[in-house]
């Protein structure tokens, strides 16, 4: 799975850049025959953020990558209050929580780890 995200500028002379991206990608006159493609908006993204998703491997993977743009760091993390009781591992469904430490590029950020600590250790960086 991908996500983008980030301000898009659509293109002036639609039909140019549909016909051009229809030449590079031919398989796409299998999905929108004829003028149906003319149905598609061509735009341009000049900055944003890409997260790669693989949810095809257990525990899933995760990479965030930027286009002309700083990534800001996301996540969760566990801080210095930790007592160690282990309830975020227990509850983490992508087993993610090794020796009191988060692997980012496994978490879901679905906040179980965060719901279930008793002395608010976990701490939300999602932006």
């Known amino acids: 799975m991908v996500r983008l995200n980030g301000p898009v500028k659509r293109l002036e002379n639609q039909k140019y850049w549909i ?19 003319y149905i598609l908006e ?8 890409l997260e790669f998703f693989d949810l095809g491997k257990e525990p899933i993977y995760r990479e965030s990558f930027s286009v002309n743009k700083e990534i800001k760091p ?17 509850n983490c469904p992508q087993q993610c929580i090794s020796n009191y430490q ?26």
Not at 19 to 37: A, C, G, Q, T
Not at 42 to 49: N, P, R, S, V
Not at 104 to 123: N, S
């Open 19 to 37: 016909d051009r991206i229809f030449k590079h990608n031919s398989l796409m006159n299998y999905v929108y025959p004829n003028e149906s493609r």
């Open 42 to 49: 061509a735009f341009c993204l000049e900055e944003g953020e």
């Open 74 to 90: 996301k996540g969760f993390i566990i801080s210095n209050q930790c007592i160690q009781c282990g309830l975020c591992q227990k």
């Open 102 to 127: 988060i692997q980012q590029e496994r978490c879901l950020y679905c906040g179980l780890c965060y719901e279930k600590c008793p002395v608010q250790a976990i701490e939300n960086k999602v932006l």
